[in-house]
């Protein structure tokens, strides 16, 4: 870090002092200084306009979220996340990025993805993750090694999957230390969340999970097996009884989309303490997988109708990582704004897609980014002019396959490997019948914007763009 990242980064910090004292007043002018400093580069100041006509109502459900971090939300773990995943992953890391995507001309992520380890407490119908058992992990030494490189790239989010991540807590709690200028997320069956666990995750205050749940009691049972579901409520009690930030992560199916998108879900989760959640359509990952649980193009545009009202009315931030690629301009994996790498040390593109050509012990983040497979997603994306079409397995026949079989990358499934084409094909039909609800959807979009060449996503939004 300079000298003037140090400066501008202690101004921010202190900044952040004068907001603590008055949030209601003073967090529209942090915002304001944000925008500033992003000096029209279109990193950040998108997203801060949208944030500022939200929060222009005092009322309003936006400015409750906001509100609620103060009255809900431990200080120390407040100030910490606020440091790192705003200061440092945003106003300080997005410049860095941009320079050095500049530099080296292939994709630089704002999220790393990792999985600590293979190994999981819980065998849930159609995860990938149960074919692997125990058979791989990530030494804490190959965790801190992926971080060093991670910041010297611009990159200070990091959110674990798996398997069970918390299989590995005592690592992860040693990261959130040595790397107390990172944020670190995530993906949790929540089941070994106690109350010791919690108690250091208020000393470090850079971790966040978000719990795993496939709707109500009957639902989260049904696939991950009895008891889960009211374990997982346990933790999020002792997570809100102390005050600790933390979210909720939904696969909605074919069996569940109804429950997952109704207001008594969201209004459920919220009750519970949820400040957020994360929502993903299953995906056929694997030999094992179940490919009739891939929703209907009816079921996905009622999920998009459904999240896209609430965000209107619920005090609650949501993100649909396939329905929300009009916000984001299209697929955002292959390191545009993130990567996965897998507990046996393979870098690949997306959490979903299980190919390869890089691996952590054969080359450095940076070779990985510029790697024959990246350079494919990145020289691809986004994969259709429809925004809402922007995944190159689900919504775009065999996108995925072309592409690694231009580079051939290999499976890194260990257990029982398929190949891209084939993964590709059990989605051939999902792809036919969304490609049509979708143009509708697009093509009824007030204002539409494509990507254009420019921030730390490859994509400048404009500032009156609303969906």
Request: aromatic letters at 10%; proline letters at 4%.
């Amino acid at each position: 870090m300079g000298a003037s990242d140090f400066m501008k980064g202690f101004a921010m910090k202190k900044f952040y002092e004068y907001l603590d004292k008055d949030p209601e007043k003073n967090f529209p002018k942090m915002l304001d200084m944000l925008e500033k400093a992003d000096g029209g580069r279109g990193s950040v100041s998108p997203q801060i306009g949208g944030i500022k006509r939200f929060i222009a109502d005092p009322d309003g459900n936006w400015a409750q979220l906001i509100k609620s971090l103060w009255t809900d939300i431990d200080a120390h773990q407040r100030k910490k996340l606020v440091e790192n995943v705003v200061i440092n992953g945003t106003l300080l890391g997005t410049p860095k990025v941009i320079e050095l995507q500049e530099k080296y001309q292939c994709n630089i992520p704002w999220v790393i993805i990792m999985d600590p380890t293979s190994a999981c407490n819980l065998k849930c119908t159609g995860c990938w993750a149960s074919e692997y058992g125990d058979k791989m992990s990530l030494s804490f030494e190959q965790m801190d090694d992926i971080v060093k490189q991670g910041k010297a790239l611009g990159t200070y989010v990091y959110l674990f999957t798996g398997g069970e991540p918390l299989v590995k807590k005592d690592d992860i709690i040693k990261l959130c230390e040595k790397h107390n200028d990172c944020g670190f997320l995530s993906f949790t069956n929540g089941t070994l969340i106690d109350e010791k666990f919690a108690d250091e995750m208020l000393r470090v205050g850079n971790f966040i999970p978000a719990i795993s749940i496939e709707g109500f009691e009957e639902a989260t049972d049904s696939r991950r097996g009895k008891g889960t579901y009211q374990r997982a409520v346990n933790a999020m009690q002792i997570l809100k009884e102390k005050k600790l930030l933390f979210g909720i992560s939904n696969c909605y199916t074919r069996a569940n989309t109804d429950v997952i998108g109704s207001e008594e879900y969201f209004d459920h989760m919220i009750s519970l303490g949820a400040k957020f959640s994360w929502f993903f359509t299953y995906m056929p990952v694997g030999t094992d997988a179940v490919p009739e649980l891939i929703v209907t193009a009816e079921q996905r545009k009622f999920m998009y109708e459904q999240i896209n009202k609430f965000r209107q009315t619920k005090p609650f931030f949501t993100m649909d990582f396939w329905n929300d690629g009009d916000a984001v301009g299209g697929c955002i994996a292959g390191g545009r704004g993130y990567l996965h790498i897998s507990a046996n040390g393979d870098i690949e593109p997306c959490a979903f897609v299980h190919y390869s050509d890089s691996n952590i012990k054969e080359k450095t983040l940076l070779e990985a980014y510029k790697s024959p497979l990246f350079m494919e997603y990145r020289n691809n994306q986004p994969f259709s002019e429809n925004m809402l079409r922007p995944c190159p397995v689900l919504d775009n026949k065999f996108k995925l396959a072309e592409m690694v079989e231009r580079t051939n990358a290999k499976s890194t499934d260990l257990s029982s490997p398929e190949s891209a084409r084939d993964y590709c094909a059990k989605c051939v039909e999902a792809a036919d019948n969304w490609e049509k609800v979708s143009n509708e959807i697009w093509e009824s979009l007030p204002k539409k914007r494509g990507p254009q060449l420019s921030g730390r996503m490859g994509v400048k939004r404009d500032p009156d763009y609303k969906r």
